[in-house]
């Protein structure tokens, strides 16, 4: 019996190029899809060893490893046997706990275990937030430069992406003269990224009250994306967006992925900062919850772990952790100032990253920071991440997380290469 396989004249159903593009236009703006295409310019006969400065994963160096306390946790949570079920959707109450304790830490006022949502990872916790939020004919307004995740689920939502800009000059700080002229009476939120991916800035108490003052004569919500908070060793201590709830609700979104050095574990969390319940009575709360009742949840063993991840790790560890990132980060502004071709007009005084400005008028024959970006893989073995991913082109961002011989063999090799394409002054 013929199955119909072979009918060249069967039509299949599964066939539907218009349905499928929002999603083809979202996997193409990720960082993942962007690196891909840099990686596919090395040349494999090259006789240097690879070397990535391009993702937000600093488990590849020695020296950023997660607190042995955070992996005693893990095990002890496996080892109980209490840990093998589901878990309730919005994820185990002492875990819950531990986080609404941890968090609250931080604010002027104590937050419930029912303010917290377990999610896989910060990225579950940004998908949630985009899709409850993606209304017909709504929008939000995104950073640029961006954590690019924000845009491609925007997309895929149908969500419209408005982008307000961070000035270089000014410490990446927020225009909010911008906000302003974007915002309408469908705005649904405005996303701040502190400490900052891909800017590496963090931003001051003043600056962030006028943040919560703006969103608040606008009458739209923070989506305050604190995935590195405390990974601050500048001038700036971090303060959490939360601080200023009581002005302006605020979903703070964040997971131990970072400051735990913990990125493939996938425990991350939304909190409500509702001080006036505004959220609450918009029925958010519910929203969130009906979302996460059909999508996956994280695994319960790292749910389990988590009280005791957050209880047992030591201060000296997070101290010796900040230290690490001041040195690279301190090493790689120093190293971009000697290269003629790139500039950095802000140093990082925080998370893993520095935003770096490409002069091309000083570079030969490199076209834009994609072209920049395959000719480095290509001659040097070198990976970086190239700005339009963020929405700035013609800029690069390095991330500096990675043992100091590593990155400052990488930076040779980046101010070789920009030297060898250097235009000959007149």
């Not at 391009?54 to 042995?68: E, H, L, M, Q, V």
């Not at 430069?145 to 845009?151: Q, S, V």
């Not at 319960?300 to 230290?323: H, M, R, W």
Request: hydrophobic content about 40%; aromatic content about 8%; overall charge negative.
């Amino acid at each position: 019996m013929e199955d119909g396989s072979g009918d060249a004249s069967t039509r299949w159903s599964i066939s539907r190029p218009s349905a499928a593009a929002p999603l083809a236009a979202a996997g193409s703006m990720s960082i993942r899809a962007v690196l891909d295409r840099v990686f596919s310019s090395l040349d494999g006969s090259g006789p240097l060893p690879v070397l990535s400065l391009g993702s937000g994963d600093p488990t590849a160096s020695a020296c950023f490893r997660p607190p042995p306390e955070a992996e005693d946790a893990v095990v002890d949570a496996l080892r109980s046997r209490k840990h093998n079920g589901y878990s309730p959707t919005v994820g185990v109450l002492p875990a819950r706990r531990a986080i609404a304790s941890y968090l609250s830490s931080d604010l002027p006022y104590q937050l419930s275990p029912d303010d917290i949502y377990l999610t896989a990872g910060c990225c579950q916790a940004i998908d949630v937030m985009i899709s409850v939020l993606a209304q017909p004919g709504s929008n939000i307004l995104l950073p640029k430069p961006g954590f690019p995740l924000y845009e491609a689920r925007t997309t895929f939502s149908n969500l419209e992406a408005r982008h307000f800009n961070l000035i270089p000059d000014h410490g990446w700080e927020a225009d909010l003269e911008s906000v302003e002229a974007l915002a309408d009476e469908n705005t649904v939120a405005m996303v701040i990224v502190n400490p900052s991916n891909p800017c590496g800035s963090v931003y001051s108490y003043d600056h962030l009250a006028k943040i919560a003052e703006t969103a608040r004569k606008l009458g739209i919500v923070i989506i305050a994306d604190e995935v590195y908070d405390h990974l601050a060793f500048g001038d700036k201590p971090f303060i959490p967006m939360g601080v200023f709830a009581d002005i302006v609700p605020v979903i703070t979104l964040g997971s131990i992925s970072k400051r735990w050095l913990v990125p493939g574990w996938r425990l991350g969390w939304i909190a409500m900062c509702d001080r006036n319940d505004v959220l609450k009575k918009a029925k958010v709360d519910k929203l969130i919850e009906d979302y996460i009742n059909i999508t996956s949840d994280p695994a319960t063993f790292i749910q389990g772990a988590v009280p005791q991840i957050i209880s047992n790790t030591k201060e000296d560890y997070f101290n010796k952790i900040l230290n690490l990132l001041r040195t690279s980060a301190d090493l790689c502004y120093g190293k971009i100032k000697e290269t003629r071709g790139i500039t950095c007009p802000h140093k990082p005084e925080g998370s893993m990253f520095v935003m770096v400005k490409l002069d091309l008028s000083c570079l030969d024959g490199i076209q834009d920071d994609l072209d920049f970006c395959c000719r480095l893989a290509k001659e040097k073995s070198v990976i970086v991440l190239p700005g339009s991913a963020l929405g700035m082109k013609d800029w690069i961002r390095i991330t500096f997380a990675m043992d100091v011989p590593t990155l400052e063999n990488a930076l040779e090799r980046i101010k070789s290469f920009c030297q060898r394409h250097a235009k000959l002054e007149a």
